[in-house]
């Protein structure tokens, strides 16, 4: 297995977090390369989707599918992706009380078969990838 880790503490409340992390139709304001994401049901464990991220060259990656397999109202969730077939990548976000506010933490792990070496190839984007969706999703809070 394979993880990596990032959060920072925020003065926003809880449940501001929550609703950017429930609206979909903002991720792509803070996450990244995303260009669409598509929920088929609740917000809620066991519900499935779709992703689709921008490249630099404009490009999208092919819809990769996934399933929120946790989700804790108001504290966090877990979303689940394949990669490769064998490799399960969970995105884990969590919003914790701390300080005026909150802590905003996301987590990304590898499991399963070749993840350690997966997370050798892509351990770096993945590592950019969560300090800035943290980062801006706590800008756009505080905007």
């Keep these: 297995m394979w993880n990596c880790e990032y959060g920072v503490e925020v003065g926003v409340t809880g449940a501001e977090v929550w609703a950017r992390y429930t609206d979909l139709d903002t991720w792509p304001e803070w996450y990244g390369a995303l260009s669409s994401i ?40 877990t979303l689940l992706t394949r990669i490769g077939g064998q490799v399960e990548m969970r995105s884990v976000c969590a919003i914790a009380p701390a300080g005026d506010g909150v802590r905003i ?8 078969p ?8 892509i351990g770096a984007q993945l590592e950019e990838a969560l300090r800035t969706g943290v980062d801006r999703l706590a800008k756009v809070l505080t905007s």
């Design 105 to 112: 933490t996301h987590r990304a792990e590898l499991d399963g």
């Design 38 to 77: 598509r929920l088929d049901g609740p917000f809620a464990a066991g519900s499935e989707g779709v992703i689709e991220q921008s490249m630099e060259s404009g490009n999208r990656t092919a819809p990769v599918p996934f399933t929120l397999t946790d989700v804790t109202d108001g504290s966090g969730f």
């Design 114 to 121: 070749g993840s350690e070496q997966m997370g050798a190839q």
